[in-house]
C-alpha cells in the first residue's frame, strides 16, 4: 500500500467535492467458485482500494463529510480464522495504515447508515456484485432491483474526476504491470510454433502474470480465431500460416493494470497477405499515439484512426470510394467493430462499474449509437494523467460479412466479392498503453512490446 497521506489526502479531496453527507464505499467479499470455501482470487473494489488502501475482504469505508468522520467496518478475525488462515493484522492497525482513526464491527454498520439514508445523505456507488447488491438491502432497506438506480451520481463524478487523472506513484505501478504484460506477450510470441496448444500458451501467461505481479488483469484471449473478438476458447493446435491474437495483461501486487495485444504468425513469419493488414492496423495505433494529447477527444482521435484503417483497406481493394465518407456513414465498421481504447488504471477497463457515460463522456462529447462507434468506451477530451489504451484492429467476421453483404449495407464503400476472400483470415488488433502527457503521449512500459513485423520475427526467432 501507499503512504498513509496518499490516502488521507484523496479522501480530503472527495469530501471537498463532496460538500456534504456521506460517502459510503464498500469493499468486496470472498466470492465462491463451487463451494463455499473454495473462493475465486480476491480481489478488492478498485474504489475502495483507491481510498482506504486495504486489500482484505468484507469491509466498507465511510466517510462523514460534515462531521469530519472517517470509518472502517469489518470484522476482526476470530479463533477459527487464525487457526485455518494464520494470524492477521487486525482492523484497526491496518486502518492507522491508512490514516483512518476509527473502526467498528460491520454489524455497527446499518445504525450509522439508517439514520441517515431516509434524509438522502447517504451516497454510494453503483454495485455490481450480487453480495454487495444484497447488502445494500439490508443496510439501508433497497429493494436490490433499484441498488444502482439509487446510486449517488454526485459522487460518481467525484471519484472519476479524481481516478481519472493518475498521481505519479501509479504511474509507476501501471508501468510494473507493462513491464510483466511484455514479458507475458514475448513468451507468447516464442512459443506460438505449430503443433503446441493455444490453452498451453494461455497457461503460461497466467502463470507469468500470477509469479511476477498479482494475477492477469482479465482472463487471456489468445486464439487463432482473433476475428471474435474476445475469445476465451484455447482449445485450438496452432496451425503453421495462421495468426494467433493474444490480448492479456497483467495486475501488479497493489492491483495496477496492463492491456496489450500482439498478434503473430504460428511458425514465425508473417505471410505477404498478413503483413499488408498488419501494416495497416500497426499504422492506426501509431496515428493514435501521435494524435492523442491533452486537450484532443478520443473520439476524434479514434475516427482519425479509422480513416487510417479505410484508407489501407481501399489500398488492398478491401474498400472503395472515399475513406472519410466511409468513416463517416461507419462501413469501416464492418472490419473494426469496437473503440480506439478505454481507460486503464487500478481496473482494466476504469472505473466501467461506475457507467461508461461518466469515465468516457462529458455533456460535451456525448456516446455515440452507431455500430462500432457505439462500443467507444473513452470517447473525451483527453487530460495530463490520463491513461488510455491505444487498441485498433482488422477482423474479418464471416456472420458479419453475409449479414451486412445481405443487407446490401455499405455497397458505395466496401468491395464485397473481394471481402469474401478474405474470410478465413481471423483477426489483427495491436494495443498499447498510453500515458497522456503535457504535450502528447507516450507508450508505457520501460520497453515496448515488439511491435513491428521485423520485431515480432525476429521475437520468433529467438
Ligand atoms: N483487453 C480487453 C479489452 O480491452 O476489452
Ligand atoms: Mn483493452
Redesign the pocket.
Known sequence: MFDKSVYESRRQRLAERMGSGMILILGNYEAPANYLANTYKFRQDSSFLYFFGINRPGLAGVIDVDNGRECIYGDDPDLDDIIWSGPQVSLQEMAERVGVKHTATFAALAGALQNDFGNNRVHFLPPYRSRNILMLEDLLGLNPAWASAYSSVKLIRAVVALRSVKEPREIEEIRLACNIGREMHVRAMQEARPGVKEQRVAGLLEGIAASRGSMVSFPVILSQNGETLHNHDHSQVLTEGRLMLT?AGAETEMCYCS?FTRTVPVGGKFSSRQRDVYSIVLACNRKAMELARPGATYKWVHEETCKVLARGLKELGLMKGDAEEAVAAGAHALFMPHGL??MMGLD?HDMESLGQEFVGYDEETRPSGQFGLSSLRMGRRLEEGFVV?D?PGCYFIPALIDRWREKRMHEEFLVYDRIESFKDFGGIRV?DDLLITRDGAVYLGDERVPSTIEEIEETMRG
Open positions: 490480448d492491456d481504447g478505454h482494466v489504451t487498441e494495443e
